[in-house]
C-alpha cells in the first residue's frame, strides 16, 4: 500500500488559485494512477480528476473543467492539482488518491487515500 501525503490547502477568497501537492511513497510510483477527490460537508465524496501514470490521460469533472488541472512528477512521486478561477463551492477537504484507474475511479477498496487537505473558499 503506497502513503500518501496532502499540502497545499488553505484560506483563499473567491477568484483566487490553489496548488495542492500530494506525495507518494514507493519506487513504483509512476505505475499508479493518481487522482484527486473532494468532500463537503453534507456531502458524499466526489472525483475531482485523475491521471495516468504516465500522465497521458486526465480526467475532471465537469464542474472543474478549465479551472482545475492535474500533474505529476514521476522523478519527485508528486501529483499536483492546480486550482484557478476558485468558487466558494470548492470549498472541501480534498483527499489524494493512488491506484489502478479503474480502481481510482471507482473509489474502491484497492485505492489508496491520503489523510485530507482543507480548502476554504470565501466569497
Known amino acids: 500500500q503506497v502513503q500518501l501525503v496532502e499540502s497545499g490547502g488553505g ?25 484527486w477527490f473532494r468532500q463537503a460537508p453534507g456531502k458524499e465524496r466526489e472525483s475531482v480528476a485523475i491521471i495516468n501514470g504516465n500522465g497521458g490521460a486526465q480526467y475532471y469533472t465537469d464542474s472543474v473543467k478549465g479551472r482545475f488541472t492535474i500533474s505529476r512528477d514521476n522523478a519527485k512521486n508528486t501529483v499536483y492539482l492546480q486550482m484557478n478561477s476558485l468558487k466558494p463551492e470548492d470549498t472541501a477537504v480534498y483527499y489524494c488518491a493512488a491506484g489502478r484507474w479503474s480502481s481510482v475511479r471507482k473509489a474502491d477498496e484497492n485505492t489508496s487515500w491520503g489523510q485530507g487537505t482543507q480548502v476554504t473558499v470565501s466569497p
Open 11 to 35: 484560506l483563499v477568497q473567491a477568484g483566487g488559485s490553489l496548488r495542492l501537492s500530494c506525495a507518494a511513497s514507493g519506487r513504483t510510483f509512476g505505475t499508479y494512477a493518481m487522482g
